[in-house]
């Protein structure tokens, strides 16, 4: 490539986009011509130039991180999601050159986030509102509440145990229900299924950090891991949101929605947390690969997934001792079931 022999006008960014090493002392050596690609001699990452110089550096259009307002934001917030269940390709077109904008991308997990936040508010909501309208304390008994205050309360403190009022009568008093009785109630019998998922992609970034190939040698920023993992957030909320539907809509079949509904629901649910598992995995080792472009990346990814699993594990059996066995049933055979 020519070069005019004035390195002090390269533009673009001059450090190495896995490790963040200066790399202006190999730019000052080139005399005559800049040569088309180069090496990273803190972490020993291969790049082309061009990727880290020129002004014109293809993005990748369909990824929050680059949006320019937030119309084009919600737009490419639908792009992206879609894109993950396409790992290699997301990896491929989202490189190590394109720096992590931390904001926007920070945005994208709290949506994910907030997305399952309002259903469980939406779910508390259902649940308590059924349970109001179906009971027949009234003719005998009188609230202190109304229902819609009682719905309400459900919904903003969904995993509150105290009772939020009383039903009474000239010969007796009853408590209304606790806020966890209706939606945490009813996945409680399910619950560790999530969390053993949930556990599983909160502590595989953690590992890839501890581990010593990966930040004493290759020397990766700890943004690229973060923008794995949020990224990655998508799985784990997309399997719960399925679960809390799939325990809601039982309920509103009967009045406002047809019972195969709530029937494709349950079966998604039930497909979503099977699939999660390898689903993360996947994406974990593509990324190291593709992404992160990691020499031996398959050992990285066997240590990432084994320490996951067993940390997930020791989770489930903290929170349910005695459905250790059953988890791992499950995760074995309910998929042929």
């Known amino acids: 490539m020519p070069h005019d022999g004035n390195n002090s006008a390269v533009h673009g960014n001059t450090r190495c986009p896995r490790c963040g090493y200066d790399l202006r002392g190999a730019i000052e050596t080139w005399k005559e011509a800049c040569p088309l690609h180069g090496t990273c ?3 020993g ?4 130039w061009a990727e880290l110089l020129s002004r014109h550096v293809r993005l990748a259009l369909w990824c929050v991180e680059f949006a320019q307002d937030f119309g084009e934001y919600r737009r490419r917030f639908e792009r992206t999601a879609l894109k993950s269940f396409q790992p290699w390709r997301f990896w491929r077109e989202l490189r190590l050159a394109h720096e992590p904008r931390i904001a926007r991308l920070t945005l994208y997990g709290m949506l994910l986030i907030v997305v399952v936040w309002l259903l469980v508010m939406v779910g508390q909501g259902t649940l308590a509102g059924s349970f109001w309208y179906h009971q027949n304390f009234f003719p005998s008994g009188t609230p202190n509440t109304s229902g ?4 309400i309360r459900c919904m903003l403190l969904p995993s509150s145990e105290t009772s939020l009022g ?3 009568s000239p010969g007796w008093t009853s408590p209304l229900p606790a806020p966890s009785d209706f939606l945490l109630e ?3 019998d399910e619950w560790d299924i999530p969390i053993f998922l949930s556990v599983y992609s909160l502590i595989a970034p953690l590992v890839f950090l501890v581990l010593p190939v990966t930040m004493r040698m290759a020397k990766v920023r700890r943004v690229h891991v973060y923008r794995i993992f949020v990224y990655g957030l998508l799985f784990s909320t997309l399997a719960l949101s399925l679960h809390i539907l799939a325990r809601v809509l039982p309920e509103l079949q009967y009045r406002f929605i047809p019972t195969w509904i709530s029937i494709v629901f349950d079966w998604l649910a039930r497909i979503s947390l099977v699939a999660f598992l390898p689903l993360m995995m996947i994406w974990w080792h593509v ?3 593709t992404y992160l472009q990691m020499k031996g990346s398959f050992k990285i990814w066997l240590a990432i997934t084994l320490i996951a699993l067993l940390t997930a594990l ?3 059996y903290v929170w349910y001792p005695p459905r250790l066995v059953e988890i791992l049933s499950w995760i074995l055979f309910r998929s042929t079931t």
């Open 166 to 168: 009383f039903v009474s």
């Open 314 to 316: 020791v989770a489930v």
């Open 287 to 289: 990324a190291i690969k």
């Open 148 to 151: 819609y205050a009682f719905v």
């Open 186 to 188: 009813c996945l409680d």
């Open 41 to 43: 001699t803190e972490c």
């Open 45 to 48: 990452l291969a790049f082309a």
